[in-house]
């Protein structure tokens, strides 16, 4: 089975700062696939950047740049320059390369980003 | 990018009616969608995999007789929470994809409050 752990419930960052958003996963399966997604108040989930599992390089989106260490089982997601607007819910979530491609979703970080 | 429209945003129903929720990808055909549901301050729970033409995949503990999935189209899946109760309230969103090299998109979602 599938599991994705967020283990950080909240996190503070000042603005310009740079942040890291932990993320650890466990699968069998040797092909998959992770995600970050942001949750604004909003509720929308808005796509923030992906790696795939046989991926040789880091993903980077930007601001966003995932930190993929295969061995570790670990898909952190740096934000560089943190804006204001960058406050929201954080989740971490992970694909199977089957043919369904569901996404299995950790328990979410909230960043507040400070002025 | 692609978009994925939800219908309606927010709904108040009566307890024992039904709801019926649309999901439709706008510039893409999507095979596959999927259905999710999150509570308060918690994580998007998968509830179902819809799959155009045949019948949905339901993940364990979710009731298909409750929560009944139409996906008739490439482009419109709909989730009808039969007979509502207030225990059904919850903010319930979709997501499609068009195929598996590509992220899932969400809609912006519905919430739900049965009274």
């Known amino acids: 089975a599938q599991k994705i752990t967020q283990t950080q419930p909240g996190m503070f960052v000042q603005e310009k700062e740079a942040v890291t958003l932990d993320c650890t996963y466990d699968?069998?399966?040797?092909?998959?696939?992770l995600f970050w997604y942001k949750q604004p108040s909003s509720g929308e989930m808005i796509f923030l950047i992906y790696?795939?599992?046989?991926?040789?390089q880091n993903a980077t989106e930007g601001r966003y740049s995932l930190n993929f260490q295969k061995a570790r089982k670990s898909a952190n997601l740096v934000i560089s320059a943190s804006q204001l607007g960058d406050s929201a819910m954080y989740f971490c979530?992970?694909?199977?390369?089957?043919?369904?491609?569901?996404?299995?979703f950790g328990s979410g970080t909230r960043l507040l980003v400070r002025p | 990018g692609a978009v994925v429209s939800q219908h309606p945003s927010w709904v108040i129903c009566k307890s024992g009616t039904s709801v019926k929720i649309e999901c439709r990808s706008l510039?893409?055909?999507?095979?596959?969608m999927f259905w999710y549901r999150q509570f308060p301050k918690q994580s998007l729970m998968l509830m179902a995999t819809?799959?155009?033409?045949?019948?949905?995949?339901?993940e364990q503990g979710v009731e298909k007789d409750k929560f009944l999935i139409n996906h008739a189209s490439l482009t419109l899946s709909t989730l009808t929470v039969t007979s509502a109760h207030p225990e059904d309230s919850s903010f319930y969103i979709c997501?499609?994809?068009?195929?598996?090299?590509?992220?899932?998109?969400f809609g912006n979602g519905t919430r739900l409050t049965v009274t």
């Open positions: 979530a992970m694909s199977a390369m089957d043919s369904s491609y569901k996404l299995i």
């Open positions: 790696q795939g599992s046989y991926d040789q």
């Open positions: 997501s499609a994809t068009q195929n598996r090299n590509s992220p899932l998109h």
């Open positions: 699968t069998s399966d040797p092909s998959y696939g």
């Open positions: 819809s799959n155009e033409g045949s019948k949905a995949t339901y």
């Open positions: 510039d893409f055909q999507a095979t596959t």
